[in-house]
């Protein structure tokens, strides 16, 4: 039946909007999980990580780097953050290097050792098309270190928040507008985000048949129109909200805590780590 498949299409938008916004309740609960990073202070943990990440960018070796990709799977574990939670993040990470550096692998790029010939004869490539030894070292050493550098910020966001994150960002001396770009977009982008599911669910719901060119664009354009109204008058209300309360555009932070000494023990391990990773190149 026609009218059973097309609704299908509305409702599948609807629920990749509904998980979407999930992900904010997700990273609050790791956030809260009793973690090792989690109970770090939030300056002290975000200056540690960005000396990790800042230390992994200076490899060279894919030894080293597989090092560093060891280290962040580590505080993935030491965090209390599954696999399976972290897992897409790696499978992106994995394409976007393919989709870039894969044609390192070949010897049209990285010349050496023949590990795998994928064509044997091309026309205008008579010794056809092969995957090296060096460049398998190239895309290994690339993915190793962008995925590392990624998992550090992302356990970096999850189990400190992003009031605290922000909070931390601006204690730590980041322009007070962007932290107010930062906090409006974070927190009404999932606001927008439950108003798509809404128009997602309410399209459905009154869709019987699936329409088909030109009548398909019509209704999508209208869908667009009508998230782009809501948000624009969802801006202006919110402005004037906050002037009401006397907003002045400053934005002000409950105080962190005092760093301890496991959180001064923390920023010092991270130094050492960053710093043994560019010393181990040599």
Known sequence: MPGGKVSESPVAI?????AFGA??????????????????????KLIGIVCLIIGISFTRRVEVAAGAFLLALILVLLSRVRLREIG??????????????????????????????????VRGLPD???????GLLVFSRLLLRLTASATLAYLLYVTTGPQKLLGALSSLGLPNIFVVLLLMTHRYLFV???A??????????RTIAVGRGASTRKLTVFAIGSLFSRSSHLAND??????????????????????????FMWSATCFIVAALLVCANG
């Open 196 to 205: 798509a599911e809404e128009i997602g669910l309410a399209m459905a719901s």
């Open 88 to 121: 897409g993040l790696w499978l992106a990470i994995f394409l976007v290097v393919l989709l870039i550096g894969g044609g390192s692998m070949f010897d049209l790029v990285t010349p050496g050792r023949t590990v795998f010939t994928v064509v044997s004869r």
């Open 14 to 18: 609807a629920r990749q909007f509904a």
């Open 238 to 263: 919110v402005h004037h909200a906050m002037i009401s309360r006397g907003f002045v555009g400053q934005i002000r932070f409950l105080k962190s805590p005092r760093p301890s000494a496991k959180d």
């Open 23 to 44: 992900r904010n309740l997700l990273v609050e609960e790791i956030a809260n999980r009793s973690g090792l990073p989690q109970r770090i202070e939030p300056r002290t």
């Open 128 to 134: 056809g098309l092969a995957i090296t030894s060096s």
């Open 192 to 194: 927008l985000v439950k």
